[in-house]
Structure formats: C-alpha cells, structure tokens
C-alpha cells in the first residue's frame, strides 16, 4: 500500500479512551451515553439478540430536547446555522430561534393529527426549514424520513407508499445550478394519487407560482398561528427516530430503520472524536441532509454539540468553480467535510483559484462517501490546508448511522496515510476476512466484516426483518458485512477498496474499481475516472476506462492512453490494464455523487439505457455515448 505518512494532528493525545473501550466495550458505550440529557436512565446497555440489538433498554430521551432544550440557556444567542442560498441569499439562525421554531412545526403536526410512530415525508432543498422539520418530527415522536430534493416524482413515491407518510412537507420550489426545480408540482404528481397522505405544508422559497390543492396548507398561514410551547416527549430508547432510503441506483430502495439512544449517543461520541469540535468552531458539511451524512454530521451532530455550521444550499460549482472557497472566506470555516467527488472537480480547475482565497482559518479537513485516492488527498493537504490540517478520511454507511473508521484528531495524533481511512472508531472490532470468514494476513484483500454491535447501528429494514438478516447478516455467521473490500496493512491501518457489487473480475482476478480509478487519477493530468467491465470471450470480463482530464491539459490522447497503461501496469499489474481508455469531460452520477457504472456499463455494451432520474447532468450520458460511438468507429476505420 501507498508508504506516505504524514505526522500531523491538533495536539490531542487521549488514550484513556481506546484504553477503556478496548478493556470493555459495553462499559465505554455506557459511559458515553451519559454525555446525552435522558429523561430516564436505562437498565441495560445491550440487548443483543442477533442480529437485532437494542440499546440502553428502558432508557427515555428525545433527539430534539438534545438539540436544542438543553442548549437554551447558554447559547440561545449563538448562530445555530449560517444559510448560504445559491442565488446569493443568506440567514443566520440562533439556537434560539429554532427552538422557536420547531416547537411551533412541532404543534402544526400534532394539529394534523401526526402522533407517535407516523411518518413523516420530508422533501426540501437545503434550507433551515428541513433540519427544524426533522427535529419538529422527533419531538413529538413522529419519524422523519428525509427524501432528497433531487429525486423524481416516481422516486418520492415509492418512498412515500413505502412509509406510509400522513404528511409531506416540501416547498415551491429549490435552486439547483441557477435553475428552479419545482417541488411542489413534483409532490403533485406524485402524493395527489396516495390516499392517506392527508396534508402537504408547503414553505415559500422561490415565490414561484403554484397550484393550491385541497390538501395543501401554507407554512407561513399554518406558523404564524401555531403556539410555540410544546414539550419534548419522553421516548424509549429504542424507539425509531427516522427511516432513509438508501439511493437505489440498483433495485428497489431500502428503507433503513434508526433509533434514538444508540444512534444519538455514536453520532454524539464520533462527531467530537473526528472533528475536535469546539465553540468557536464554524463547522462546513457539503453534504445534502437527503443522505446520511446530512442526517448524522449536518443535523444531528453539530446541533448536539451547540455547534455554528455554515450550510449551503447549492452546488459547489456555482456560479463558479470558485464558490466553496469563497464560503469559506466568508465565514471564516474552521473545519471542512466534503467528498472526493466534489474534491477532484474542484481540483480539475486548478491551484490559482483556491490560492486566491483565504483559507487559513481552516484546521481539520474531512472527507466522507468513498474512497480518496492518494493523489487528492495530498492536493488537499497541500493546496486547502496548506499542510497544517489534519484529514480524517472517514468510512461508514447509512446503516452504520454514524461513521465507524477515520483518523480522530479530537482524541489523538495518529500518522495519517493517504487513501487510508486509518483505524475503527474506539469500541468497534473491525477485521477483514476470506470467504470462509477467517482473518487474513496483513496486506491481503479481503472482505470487511464488524465483529460487534455498536451504538449508531441500524434497528432494520423498515417492513423487511428478512431482507435485513439476508443482506448484512448471512454471509457470515453472526458478523455484520458491508459489503466492501478492505486491505489491513502491517500497521493495522484499514484501506477500503470500493464496494463488493464494484468488482471486475478478468482472466479469474477479481479487481475492484475503487482501486483501479485511484491508480489513473494517480496521473497529474486527470482529474477523475470510472471503470466498467464490458463481456470478453477470452477474459470473461475487460476493462474500459472513462477518463475525465484536468482543465488545460494538453497532452495527445495516444500519449496519455500510454501512459496510463504504464501506470496501471506498475500500479496494479498488466492484468488491470483497461482494454480501452475514453477521454470524456464529465462522468454520469447520481445527485448523491456516486457513479452510475451500470449507465456506463450499458452504454459500453449497446444496451438501453434504464431511468437517469436521479443524474446531476443527464447530458454526461449523451457525451460519453458519443465519445464511445467515436471512438468504436476510429478503431473499426483501423482495422480496415
């Protein structure tokens, strides 16, 4: 693995906390649980009865009074959120006002009949109405289940039927890449057929035009009369706080199933332990709180804690290639939590641009979703951080609720290795296995597997207790399989290599995508690239390589193929030498930021090309179509 290590943390040195988590892990989750305010203790750490485990059993609590009720006193005042609109706009929003805030949400939903255990759709751009809707939800008992606002119509209905929601809240409309996307005529088209959807709250953001249904109710008509006193109600432990649908790029979507204690109590714990967060603290996630990490260290982290965030509602190119950089000027952000997807766009623009910003309040840089590849992460270190902040590049899941394996510069100074998410979080054994489930020797590919059950994860699947045991639990008796490849190197450092269902397999070699992408991005003229295998009668299985250049790159296509082959070949091994090498300048993902590879996969093989509601740019997908057919009838003229 990549030998680079780079000695650099904030300080801190705690070793109290591995120490005593390693002595008895049940013991340590106890002690951290108490950070939280509980209504009533609990009489039991665990309840474990694989794989179904329940957390502080008997426990009472509740995620909205962690968030705000017990901050009143001393930070009513303090900037809960700073919004950055994408058109320019922006709010500040005090600890105070919230609470105001969601007390009022809080009321509006009772008044509609929502009671304990009814869903709640939540369909919003990134506003500070969609976090004071979860916590208004989590008050009052409700689940939330959060769909993002980039889903289609037939995607915000199945997760709505799915629920069975009483009631959506969504707004006019949200501002993506200059554009108005209208979510209200969406909610139209989607929840007017669902029977038992009895009302749809409406929050004004665009002041656009739109049609107002019977079921429909103003947020600001349905606010301004609410009353703003209404008491957090004293909830079980084990008690399910919201539901979220992973992002179903493949199959039917899941529907993930979080309590309260366990999920509150990890994401508490780990959002300190990655971020050493303080009070000065302005805190930056890009992420969209339609996924998890939205949910867990957008939402629910930072507001236990009485953090100020910066929150942003549009994408980080616009209208600019500049505009992440600039937020972080404006607000003087201390520490930065992004993806490498969003990193290698950035960095496709070059060093002139962030250079021209000041950074420097930065001190601790974060990255969550995938793997990053060595050659971004010290662009990052180098060129963002100016070589004084530590990165945690930090590995989870939806269902593990918060993150598992990352650097913790909050608790201690660790050699940080690029592409290596480095050690499982205290409490947690994480080993990585052969097919029969036994520990493999250091430096070896193998599945990962987590040996324990651990506060943030999930309760279930939401309707599919069968589904739930067969996905995670089955493949190894009693261990919880992610369903990702990892290597574990003489330091016991973790490498994750992508996703299982990510493999190629060529010539009887499995070989994983995140690796391969890594070793071309690795090239200093590209900035990103994703592979697919396409069928080989020989092989089983080639390899063709989708190459997305850095801007201004002037190299000849035949000499960067060339090279490429020569550095995979050195990197990985003649074996993982993709067939084919197409230059393109954008790559189809979802909103979420993943590749869609079975698009890729299909257009590389003829085949028709199946839903792209969820593309960013559904124009990647017609430039890549043309590239190919290009490119196939260069090489046909070649041969003749």
């Not at 957008?298 to 942003?312: C, E, I």
């Amino acid at each position: 693995m990549h030998s680079e290590k780079f000695e650099i943390g904030l300080g801190n040195n705690n070793s109290s906390i591995r120490d005593s988590a390693k002595k008895d892990y049940l013991s340590f989750w106890d002690e951290c649980a108490k950070s939280l305010s509980w209504f009533e203790p609990w009489s039991e750490t665990l309840r474990w009865n694989p794989p179904f485990a329940k957390w502080f059993v008997g426990g009472k609590l509740n995620a909205s009074y962690n968030a705000l009720d017990v901050h009143q006193n001393s930070k009513s005042n303090k900037t809960a959120i700073l919004w950055e609109g994408e058109d320019g706009t922006d709010r500040k929003i005090t600890y105070g006002e919230m609470f105001e805030q969601v007390k009022k949400l809080a009321n509006v939903l009772k008044s509609l009949g929502v009671k304990k255990g009814d869903r709640v759709t939540i369909y919003l751009p990134m506003i500070p109405e969609l976090p004071i809707s979860m916590l208004a939800c989590a008050r009052i008992g409700a689940i939330h289940t959060v769909v993002f606002s980039g889903f289609s119509a037939n995607s915000l209905s199945d997760r709505v039927e799915d629920s069975q929601s009483k009631i959506i809240i969504t707004a006019d409309g949200g501002y993506r890449k200059g554009k108005v996307i209208n979510l209200k005529e969406i909610v139209d088209e989607s929840a007017s057929s669902i029977q038992f959807v009895k009302n749809v709250i409406v929050y004004q953001r665009t002041g656009q035009e739109i049609q107002i249904n019977e079921k429909d109710l103003m947020w600001s008509d349905v606010m301004d009369t609410s009353s703003d006193v209404c008491d957090a109600e004293k909830l079980d432990s084990n008690d399910s706080l919201y539901i979220l649908y992973t992002s179903g790029t493949t199959g039917k979507p899941k529907g993930v199933l979080h309590g309260i204690g366990g999920y509150l109590t990890h994401v508490y714990s780990t959002y300190k332990w990655a971020f050493d967060i303080k009070d000065h603290d302005v805190y930056f996630c890009t992420a969209d709180i339609g996924w998890v990490t939205g949910h867990s260290y957008v939402v629910y982290g930072p507001l236990l804690h009485g953090a100020t965030q910066v929150m942003y509602e549009g994408a980080p190119d616009h209208p600019n290639s500049s505009r992440i950089w600039d937020i972080i000027q404006k607000y003087g952000v201390t520490i930065f939590y992004t993806t490498p997807t969003a990193l290698r766009m950035l960095m496709k623009f070059g060093d002139d641009i962030p250079n021209s910003f000041d950074l420097s309040t930065l001190r601790l840089l974060g990255t969550v979703g995938e793997p990053i590849n060595p050659q971004v992460w010290k662009w990052y270190f180098d060129v963002i951080g100016k070589k004084k902040c530590p990165i945690i590049d930090t590995w989870w899941q939806t269902e593990t609720g918060g993150i598992l394996i990352s650097p913790l510069p909050g608790i201690e100074t660790i050699p940080l290795k690029p592409g290596s998410a480095t050690l499982p979080v205290p409490g947690l054994d994480i080993s990585v296995v052969d097919e029969s489930g036994n520990e493999v020797e250091a430096e070896t590919k193998g599945s990962l597997i987590i040996k324990n059950p651990w506060p943030g994860m999930l309760l279930g699947l939401w309707k599919d207790v069968e589904k739930y045991k067969n996905v995670y639990w089955s493949k190894f008796e009693s261990l919880y399989y992610p369903g990702d490849y990892a290597i574990k190197d003489s330091d016991g450092y973790l490498w994750l290599l992508g996703r299982s269902d990510d493999v190629l397999k060529v010539a009887g070699h499995r070989i994983g995508t995140a690796e391969l992408e890594s070793s071309i991005v690795s090239h200093n003229d590209v900035a990103e690239s994703a592979v697919c295998g396409i069928p080989d009668d020989v092989k089983g299985e080639s390899i063709i390589a989708f190459v997305v250049l850095k801007e201004n790159v002037h190299a000849t296509d035949d000499t960067l193929r060339s090279e490429l082959r020569d550095t995979i070949r050195t990197q990985i091994g003649p074996i993982a030498t993709p067939s084919q090498f197409y230059i393109v300048t954008k790559l189809p993902k979802t909103r979420s930021g993943k590749i869609m590879r079975r698009l890729l996969k299909s257009i590389a093989n003829n085949e028709t090309i199946g839903d792209v509601s969820t593309l960013e740019d559904g124009a990647a997908v017609s430039e890549i179509q043309s590239t190919f057919n290009e490119l196939q009838k260069n090489i046909q003229n070649q041969k003749n």
